[in-house]
Nanobody, 124 residues
Framework: QVQLVESGGGLVQAGGSLRLSCSVSGRTFTKNAMGWFRQAPGKEREFVGGILTWNGNTYYADSVKGRFTISRDNAKNTMYLQMNSLKPEDTAVYYC?????????????????WGQGTQVTVSS
């Protein structure tokens, strides 16, 4: 019943920018932790960044810190990932996720809902 849908992926040259969106339906997620993950071919899924929607606090993996920014529009039940200064190593399928329990800060294994993923490809 709860569904997360990512959009905004595509092909971009190194140094370029993309903005990903994650729209949530079936439930209003204004008091839940949400996050972005990515998975490159042959590699494990890794954490990119997250946001606590009730207070707006964000946190990022070291590999993207200073280049990526997470924001949200609680009224639209949407989370965004602004990606700047993209590098070829950022190429991956990007997933958004959310934890169902309100006011709960999750570990990587505690996300309850996942989107289908959107492909981001960064060329040299």
């Amino acid at each position: 019943q709860v569904q997360l849908v990512e959009s905004g992926g595509g092909l971009v040259q190194a140094g370029g920018s993309l903005r990903l969106s994650c729209s949530v339906s079936g439930r209003t997620f204004t008091k839940n932790a949400m996050g972005w993950f990515r998975q490159a071919p042959g590699k494990e899924r890794e954490f990119v960044g997250g946001i606590l929607t009730w207070n707006g606090n964000t946190y990022y993996a070291d590999s993207v810190k200073g280049r990526f920014t997470i924001s949200r529009d609680n009224a639209k039940n949407t989370m965004y990932l602004q990606m700047n200064s993209l590098k070829p190593e950022d190429t991956a399928v990007y997933y958004c996720a959310a934890r169902g329990a309100p006011f709960a800060v999750p570990t990587m294994t505690q996300y309850d809902y996942w989107g289908q993923g959107t492909q981001v490809t960064v060329s040299s």
